[in-house]
């Protein structure tokens, strides 16, 4: 195959994952169909099977593809020179902002729904999605480790759980489970200082060893 030929495959590709998201995500897995797509998409089936055999692998592909998003998201959220307090203010709010937007609330629900019906989503998930994410997080806190802004014997990946965790302690499970829409900003920004709060007495630089020691020993993804 030719650059050029590839280069065709590569956005044809992209365009079916586009039309795919969209529809998943507004409809839900089970309601939606290849066929449905194919009539979409404005080709056949057989195009479409050409790329993607099944509809868990085309749905495979659109969760990776919504999970590389948040990545990189994570990633352009952290490392920003402030004060250790305001640096965690604010990735919690863009963080719960994002795993909040629809497209991550939908993607969340629809793999709750579906890890048995598609083959390797809920491992797929673990690992690209909340591993990668913990990961990220702790690399960021292993810095400010370095700088003296958290306790030198924290574990940097169980560090980065319990931050996590706790701004997810709040309205997002109030926001999952009843399936309203996303809290107002106030309402994120009172979590996340909660939480900023809760970390900094167990990580940051002037915590109690004690408060480390409870918070349990090296994490395991």
Not at 60 to 81: H, K, N, S, T
Not at 122 to 137: N, P, S, Y
Request: charged fraction near 20%.
């Amino acid at each position: 195959m030719n650059q050029r030929a590839a280069t065709g495959r590569d956005n044809r590709r992209k365009a079916i994952i586009a039309v795919a998201r969209e529809m998943f995500l507004d409809q839900g897995y089970e309601t939606v169909s290849m066929s449905g797509i194919a009539a979409q998409l404005g080709g056949s089936k057989t195009t479409l099977w050409s790329y993607f055999p099944n509809k868990p692998a085309l749905f495979m592909a659109v969760a990776e593809d919504l999970i590389e998003e948040y990545a990189e998201f994570i990633q352009g959220a952290l490392g920003f020179d402030l004060p250790l307090e305001a640096a965690l203010g604010r990735f919690g709010r863009q963080l719960l902002a994002a795993l909040m937007s629809p497209p991550l609330t939908a993607l969340m629900r629809i793999v709750t729904g579906e890890a048995r019906a598609v083959p390797g989503l809920g491992a797929m998930f673990h690992e690209q999605g909340l591993v990668r994410g913990w990961r990220i997080t702790a690399s960021y806190f292993a810095e400010l480790q370095a700088k003296g802004h958290l306790r030198a014997d924290a574990d940097p990946l169980r560090a980065a759980q319990h931050f996590i965790a706790l701004c997810q302690s709040g309205c997002y499970q109030v926001h999952m489970a009843d399936g309203s829409g996303a809290p107002g900003e106030s309402a994120i920004a009172a979590d996340v200082e909660a939480a900023v709060g809760v970390f900094c007495l167990a990580y940051g630089a002037r915590a109690q060893p004690s408060a480390v020691r409870a918070a349990g020993g090296p994490a395991v993804p």
